[in-house]
């Protein structure tokens, strides 16, 4: 569709000319309840000044109808004035007013106004989400971060319902079966950061207070909301907890008082991200609500997401990139402002940095191995560009190159800059540039060459140690080789680990020290005693891939989970998951490190990040000859363990977990039917409603769950999660009928929902059932552009990554895509780019089975 996709250099051009000086959005939803009404009614007028009266421009617009255009009074037809994506307007003034009323679509797809019926209780709710173009499928905008402008929103509902949206609402008018929300002017922000939250949610609210520096008292409401259904779930009380935390730790750290007075978190269904930095208006996912039993590693998650949230505020809502080019600028720093908080805000979850390790890193390092990889500081030309790029260079990589800035510069030169920038640019836009002379101000370097370096260039470095002895065992040499496209500057710590009288893995040295180029001494090291374990990049301050020496490397085999420093351990586990990727350690010995080590390790979310690499291990980078054997081992690992773990632990329920994922042979799955019977009993293991899903899961993916038994449990469970699972059970089935279904549900209608969408490839993609999904190879490179220019960009995202036929690891596959590629010069570079990226994530198993065979 022209338009569609808005370019940078037209962001550009039209913010050369114009400055937005207001918006007023009037959105009618009483219709929502209907779910034979496809679309509401919205009425924006947006006040903004033209430096060059004459001029034309456009607003950005996605409806099925526009009603009518207004120009300073004249009239415009809607024929000619709008070609489905753009509002064309011409002869502006200097000052002008605009206003366009257009019927808009309610969505099914996370993006814009989506639109959710529970299932439990037939009600109906409403949420936005725009990032990082969506709000024009709800108003007419010029939708780009560098246009900020206060926005004034006035909301007709159903009487029944309440609606929130960025700021307070300054009056509510009840009419008949609808009520009136007008809403205060917001602070200037981005159009992508507005929101709209509507129906009858259920809602905990708390206050907060501090007293600022001036005297003067900052008075903060909060809420937070979830449907009416998981209502009995919604722990309000640790959710606000922890936002008080966070809000008193932000303020310490920031001086600038939160800038948007109220402050609610929105959990909602159907939600395509984590959660969303609506000033003063957050939305999450409604998974973040438990309504079942979950590991600490859940609540750590959230209160994580919580505080990344809480961090844009600052940094993205207060003080917004000018274009998509410094994402990285909002997303890096509250990446890392997530985990740094949590131990900062004294929360209980001191893990923080082990879990950003061993997890948040490993996608960062995958990210960065693709060929498409890119600079922190990305080359974005357009929208399509942009919705790729929240990834894990932009969030992870990201966020681990602040914490080697920290490293390098001093904590408190850091966030120095950080207040200095908030001042300087509230309510503005900035770029790359504007962040560094604060950060040279602070810390008297020249950040420059850093910058070029860190920010700059693609590619993750790898340091490896190398250690030379004499003949009694001390050490003559230790030296740090890197490898890497780009050798950059590293501040490390290096870890000398030996055994103590208890035979754990202690660290009995510690020299930190700055590597560059090829190859840095590490004068102090010589002349001690050789250690049974060299670890750089020991506390994990800079971003690189660890490599062993080989006497490291065999102390590992026989004890890394020996390692006594949680920290420590996990780096281990990323360093040898890393090799396992790179095709430098057989995949079946990283399943015997999981098999020996993991009941051993205390810290959760590290032990479930070992379980889904395990098992991607044995599914993509085994020789497919010792596969089922792998598969076996899994489970048989994951029974023993199961049945030793302590009874009502996180790790007990970890294991049953992993057990569901892993069970194929008879006596895995007759102790899933027991459990699930209630025939076979795991003492301290509770088969709640969620543990029952995965466990029916496992069932149907061995073709041993019937019709009726899944109706049955959908019956007992007729909720929206439990109907995303029935929908997984039933796709997983491994017959071609199961299959075909599934396929066709997703491709052939956009009917579906996009958590029905992703229940569905979730369900086909069953690695096990690669002999089915195999038909499907060829069809799917087929579809990839129809699907591309037909779907919204957010669901032709899910069917290109997730119908790849990533289990097919062989080489008529890997030619197939190439063929594709080749074929397919000219198709959008954004859907050019996933398929790369999946390509590359099949070369990469194909290099992996390859060091596993041998």
């Not at 004035?81 to 753009?86: C, E, I, K, S």
């Not at 971060?145 to 029944?160: N, Q």
């Not at 065992?473 to 780009?486: C, K, M, S």
């Not at 004068?523 to 020991?538: F, H, M, T």
Request: aromatic letters at 10%; hydrophobic letters at 45%; a negative charge.
């Amino acid at each position: 569709m022209p338009g569609r996709n808005l370019s940078r250099d037209e962001a550009q051009q039209r913010a050369s000319i114009l400055a937005v000086d207001s918006y007023r959005v009037r959105l009618d939803v009483t219709s929502a309840p209907d779910p034979a009404a496809a679309t509401f009614r919205s009425t924006t007028t947006v006040a903004f000044r033209c430096s060059q009266p004459g001029a034309a421009t456009f607003l950005d617009l996605l409806a099925p109808a526009v009603r009518s255009v207004t120009l300073n009074g004249r009239s415009i037809d809607p024929a000619t004035a709008y070609d489905g994506a753009r509002v064309h307007v011409d002869g502006l003034a200097a000052e002008n007013v605009l206003t366009v009323e257009a019927d808009c679509a309610y969505s099914r797809t996370g993006e814009g106004l989506h639109r959710f019926t529970d299932p439990v209780d037939g009600e109906t709710y409403l949420y936005t989400h725009y990032e990082p173009a969506d709000a024009r499928r709800v108003f007419a905008t010029f939708e780009q971060p560098d246009l900020k402008a206060p926005f004034s929103f006035t909301v007709t509902a159903p009487a029944a319902w309440d609606v929130w949206s960025n700021a307070v609402h300054e009056d509510v008018v009840e009419e008949g079966a609808a009520r009136t929300w007008e809403f205060a002017p917001t602070k200037p922000i981005s159009t992508y950061l507005t929101a709209v939250v509507a129906g009858p949610y259920h809602v905990a609210r708390d206050h907060y207070s501090r007293e600022l520096a001036d005297g003067t008292t900052l008075e903060i409401p909060l809420s937070a909301m979830c449907r009416k259904s998981l209502a009995p779930y919604f722990d309000a009380d640790e959710i606000l907890g922890v936002t008080k935390l966070g809000l008193d730790f932000f303020h310490e750290e920031f001086d600038y008082p939160y800038p948007f007075g109220k402050y609610d978190q929105a959990f909602v269904p159907e939600y395509n991200i984590g959660a969303m930095e609506n000033p003063g208006c957050v939305t999450f996912r409604e998974e973040f609500v438990f309504r079942s039993k979950v590991t600490d590693a859940a609540y750590e998650g959230r209160a994580n997401v919580i505080l990344h949230e809480m961090a844009h505020m600052w940094f993205g809502d207060l003080v917004t990139m000018r274009w998509w080019d410094d994402l990285w600028l909002k997303e890096s720093f509250a990446d890392f402002m997530g985990s740094y908080g949590l131990i900062g805000a004294r929360t209980r979850y001191s893990s923080a940095w082990v879990t950003f390790a061993n997890q948040r890193k490993a996608w960062a390092y995958r990210q960065d191995q693709f060929p498409t990889t890119h600079p922190i500081t990305a080359d974005i030309r357009d929208l399509e560009d942009a919705k790729l790029n929240f990834d894990g260079i932009t969030y992870a990589k990201g966020a681990a190159v602040l914490k080697q800035l920290v490293a390098y510069v001093g904590s408190e030169a850091f966030f120095e800059g950080a207040r200095r920038y908030f001042k300087r640019h509230a309510f503005g836009n900035t770029e790359l540039a504007d962040l560094l002379d604060v950060l040279e101000e602070t810390s008297g370097r020249d950040l420059k060459t850093w910058a070029a370096a860190w920010l700059q260039t693609a590619g993750v470095d790898s340091l490896t140690p190398q250690v030379t002895t004499d003949a009694e065992g001390r050490i003559t040499e230790l030296a740090v080789l890197q490898d890497g496209e780009v050798l950059r500057p590293h501040r490390i710590a290096v870890g000398l680990y030996d055994r103590d009288a208890d035979g754990s893995l202690v660290r009995t040295g510690r020299i930190e020290l700055d590597v560059t180029g090829n190859r840095t001494v590490v004068a102090e090291a010589a002349g001690r005693p050789r250690p049974a374990l060299v670890l750089l990049n020991d506390e994990d301050l800079t971003y690189c891939k660890v490599r062993f020496d080989a006497e490291s490397l065999q102390t590992l085999r026989t004890g890394l989970g020996d390692i006594h420093d949680e920290l420590a351990r996990a780096l281990a586990w990323s360093a040898v998951w890393n090799l396992t990727r790179d095709g430098l350690m057989p995949a079946r010995d990283y399943v015997a490190l999981v098999l020996r080590f993991a009941g051993q390790e205390g810290n959760i979310g590290v032990l479930q990040s070992l379980h889904t690499q395990a098992k991607t291990a044995v599914d993509l980078y085994a020789d497919p000859d010792w596969r089922a054997e792998g598969g076996r081992l899994l489970a048989d690992g994951a029974l023993r363990e199961l049945r030793e773990a302590v009874p009502g632990s996180d790790h007990q329920l970890a294991w049953a977990r992993f057990l569901a994922q892993t069970a194929g042979g008879a006596e895995h799955l007759g102790l899933v039917r027991g459990l699930l019977a209630g025939s076979a009993r795991i003492d301290g293991l509770d088969v709640d409603q969620e543990l029952r899903w995965s466990l029916w899961l496992a069932l149907a993916a061995a073709g041993q769950a019937g019709d009726e038994e899944l109706a049955g449990e959908l019956a007992a469970d007729n909720t929206a999660s439990g109907k995303r699972r029935y929908t997984q059970c039933l796709a997983a089935r491994p017959t071609a009928e199961a299959k075909a279904a599934a396929w066709s549900a997703v491709v052939d209608s956009e009917e579906l929902p996009n958590a029905l969408v992703e229940a569905n490839i979730a369900g086909f993609a069953v690695p096990a059932h690669r002999d089915l999904t195999a038909l499907y190879a060829a069809p799917y490179f087929k579809l990839l552009e129809r699907v591309w220019s037909e779907r919204t960009i957010e669901i032709a995202m899910r069917i290109v990554g997730g119908f790849f036929p990533h289990a097919q690891t062989d080489e008529q596959t890997l030619a197939e895509a190439d063929a594709w590629l080749d074929g397919h010069p000219q198709a959008a570079p954004a859907l050019r780019r996933l398929v790369l990226e999946c390509r590359d994530d099949l070369a990469r198993a194909l290099r992996a089975q390859a060091c596993d065979r041998a």
